[in-house]
């Protein structure tokens, strides 16, 4: 099968080289299945704790990623519901298409709001040309957004080792990468709010967490958990009347003196915390997605 000039295929024993002989030669489907080797590669080094691996792994499906899109078919016509990529990264669903005027109004994937402009007083649905456009295709979609939620884990993890104000702030920044793609990622949204207890911001926090358990319909029991540790937090520091987002009243763990602590082994949380070695995903036992 023609390959592109300096595209090195998969090494035969890896589990993906059955789905990259069977392609269909599609162009964006060599770097699409490189891409999906390296995510599985990135959660192969997670789970043996080797993070910087992880990271490296991750950030080279990325990379990939942005190839496969590059590649990809792109219609003339767009339909309501098609992934698009518009302004520069955003992403967003087609909210109405109108194929007689070859424009569309789309609903941003952050906010889950039709996209407007504001014309002097009033907000107006903004009208997008087809060539302002990117259609994405799903399975991009998906792997782009699991890696970015993958790598706020793996930023997590090390935060957790370091015990850093600038690392979790890092996490935090991983995770509004995610939820930059998807508003409503409910790992993202944990993992930023168990990063924000870690800075005391506790204001932030519950709305994350209150976001992630809105998302989960309050059947994830962690995200349940830590959102009564910040409400707790919340109703302390309003009654010393010293907030300011701050989490003044809300005591360190008095096993490991880390704030809002998630350490099984330690008495201050609940007997159902998630333990340092293995901190799951939301909804999901597996710690990757």
């Known amino acids: 099968k023609a390959r592109r000039p300096g595209w090195e295929p998969l090494p035969r024993a890896h589990p993906l080289r059955a789905m990259e002989d069977n392609s269909d030669g599609a162009p964006y489907e060599e770097p699409l299945i490189a891409a999906l080797a390296a995510k599985e590669d990135g959660n192969e080094a997670l789970k043996s704790a080797d993070l910087p691996k992880a990271i490296e792994h991750y950030e080279r499906a990325l990379e990939l990623c942005e190839e496969a899109l590059a590649l990809s078919p792109q219609p003339p016509a767009l339909r309501n519901n098609d992934l698009v990529r518009y302004a520069g990264g955003a992403y967003a669903l087609v909210d109405t298409a109108y194929p007689q005027f070859g424009d569309y109004l789309l ?14 007083y009033e907000e107006v649905s903004t009208r997008f040309r087809r060539k302002d456009l990117t259609a994405v295709p799903r399975e991009l979609f998906d792997l782009r957004l699991a890696c970015l939620q993958n790598l706020t884990l793996v930023s997590l993890k090390l935060a957790r080792g370091s015990k850093r104000s600038a690392d979790f702030e890092d996490t935090v920044q991983r995770a509004d990468s995610a939820l930059a793609m998807d508003g409503r990622a409910a790992k993202a949204l944990m993992r930023k709010g168990v990063a924000l207890i870690e800075l005391k911001e506790v204001n932030e926090a519950a709305k994350a967490l209150a976001m992630a358990s809105a998302v989960t319909r ?8 830590l959102l009564e540790i910040v409400m707790m937090a919340k109703g302390k520091a309003k009654g010393k009347g010293k ?11 008095a096993m490991c003196n880390r704030f809002g602590c998630t350490d099984v082994n330690c008495t201050a949380t609940a007997a159902t915390s998630s333990s340092e070695e293995e901190d799951p995903g939301v909804g999901e036992t597996p710690a990757a997605k």
């Open 218 to 225: 309050g059947k994830d029991a962690e995200v349940q958990r």
């Open 107 to 120: 609903q941003d994937l952050s906010t889950y709001q039709v996209v407007t402009t504001k014309v002097r």
């Open 243 to 253: 907030s300011k987002g701050k989490a003044k009243g809300l005591e360190p763990c």
